[in-house]
């Protein structure tokens, strides 16, 4: 009977480790999507482009770099979810603002371009 005790307790030990080493796993790999995430909204130029974005998902993978310190992994998990969820956003929100802007510069050249033919055309018929 002790022999058996011993056998579940070592079992269920076994099963607790394997536990915590498959929620550390996806915990880091979820960190590091979103530093992945913050380093590409970065250099799409959201920083400038969508500052509060930005400001959260860098305070939320700090956060979750912290968790993962302490061994938090589900918080970690949680936090590096919403990080790259926000980087994403910012990202979006700065390649729309680049889009915006190309968008409103070529009709201006446009409206120039129109202008001139109409000039030219208009000492031409004279």
């Known amino acids: 009977m002790n022999t058996q005790w011993q056998m579940m307790c070592g079992m269920a030990l076994l099963f607790t480790l394997g536990g915590c080493a498959s929620q550390k796993t996806p915990a880091t790999?979820?960190?590091a999507v979103s530093r992945e995430a913050v380093a590409a909204a970065t250099s799409a130029g959201a920083a400038d482009l969508a500052p509060a974005e930005m400001q959260s998902a860098?305070?939320?993978l700090m956060r979750a770099n912290q968790a993962?310190?302490?061994k938090d992994y589900k918080?970690?998990?949680d936090l590096a979810t919403q990080a790259s969820a926000d980087a994403q956003l910012a990202q979006s929100k700065a390649n729309s603002a680049k889009?915006?802007?190309a968008a409103d510069e070529l009709q201006q050249n446009i409206r120039l371009l129109r202008e001139e033919l109409a000039r030219a055309n208009a000492t031409?018929?004279?």
């Open 29 to 31: 790999a979820d960190v």
């Open 58 to 60: 860098r305070d939320k």
């Open 68 to 70: 993962l310190a302490a």
């Open 75 to 77: 918080t970690a998990q």
């Open 99 to 101: 889009a915006t802007t």
């Open 124 to 126: 031409t018929q004279q």
